[in-house]
T-cell receptor, first 113, second 115 residues
Framework: DGGITQSPKYLFRKEGQNVTLSCEQN?????MYWYRQDPGQGLRLIYY???????QKGDIAEGYSVSREKKESFPLTVTSAQKNPTAFYLC????????????FGNGTRLTVT | DQQVKQNSPSLSVQEGRISILNCDYT??????FLWYKKYPAEGPTFLIS?????DKNEDGRFTVFLNKSAKHLSLHIVPSQPGDSAVYFC??????????????FGTGTKLQVIP
């Protein structure tokens, strides 16, 4: 059963700590994305990767870092430099062909106190 | 700079009637448009899409209409069912630098279908 798995579903951290969110896909998709959802602001793009060992900044990359060492995996690290890290984080993947939809995981709710 | 706008934060419709969700965009480079449905604490689920070379696309109870001159698209759900109650996101994409597909999302419309 193909899909995107994000873990954990809920994550709590103290301010000043880095935290890594996991995203794994078995859809054999080349492209992977990280979005952030805040109330009333829709989904905003953090980072994206079109191919292994390559990734690009999205619209709100400051305070975040990613890696893409395997096709299946695209972890996101929320660093202590991110000023407002509490949010709902969504990972997505996409076939490499143009005009194909993004497929999303079920998200990770990060709360930083 | 909100390039994709959903001006109605919420919509209530009676079961069996038509739901019409609207979306406006400003970027004339957008050439592919999508609608997603989202339940709380879950990821968005792809519903239907339309390419800019078309003005209508149907899939069962869902129809998307695109008016390029007005930079407007809408999602029609007929008939509406209680299970359709969710937040609906409009999204639009254009080919970004390096050839990847940059997808921009609206802020969402919360649909409530009343039994």
């Amino acid at each position: 059963d193909g899909g995107i798995t994000q873990s954990p579903k809920y994550l709590f951290r103290k301010e000043g700590q880095n935290v890594t969110l996991s995203c794994e896909q078995n859809l054999n998709h080349d492209a992977m994305y990280w979005y952030r959802q805040d109330p009333g602001q829709g989904l905003r793009l953090i980072y994206y990767s079109q191919i292994v060992n390559d990734f690009q900044k999205g619209d709100i990359a400051e305070g975040y870092s990613v890696s893409r060492e395997k096709k299946e995996s695209f972890p996101l690290t929320v660093t202590s430099a991110q000023k407002n890290p509490t949010a709902f984080y969504l990972c997505a993947s996409q076939q490499s062909s143009y005009n194909s939809p993004l497929h999303f995981g079920n998200g990770t709710r990060l709360t930083v106190t | 700079d909100q390039q994709v706008k959903q001006n109605s934060p919420s919509l209530s419709v009676q079961e069996g009637r038509i739901s019409i969700l609207n979306c406006d965009y400003t970027n004339s480079m957008f050439d592919y448009f999508l609608w997603y449905k989202k339940y709380p604490a879950e990821g968005p689920t792809f519903l239907i899409s339309i390419s800019s070379i078309k003005d209508k696309n149907e899939d069962g109870r869902f129809t998307v209409f695109l008016n390029k001159s007005a930079k407007h698209l809408s999602l029609h759900i007929v008939p509406s069912q209680p299970g359709d109650s969710a937040v609906y996101f409009c999204a639009a994409s254009a080919r970004g630098g390096g050839g990847y597909q940059k997808v921009t999302f609206g802020t969402g419309t919360k649909l409530q279908v009343i039994p």
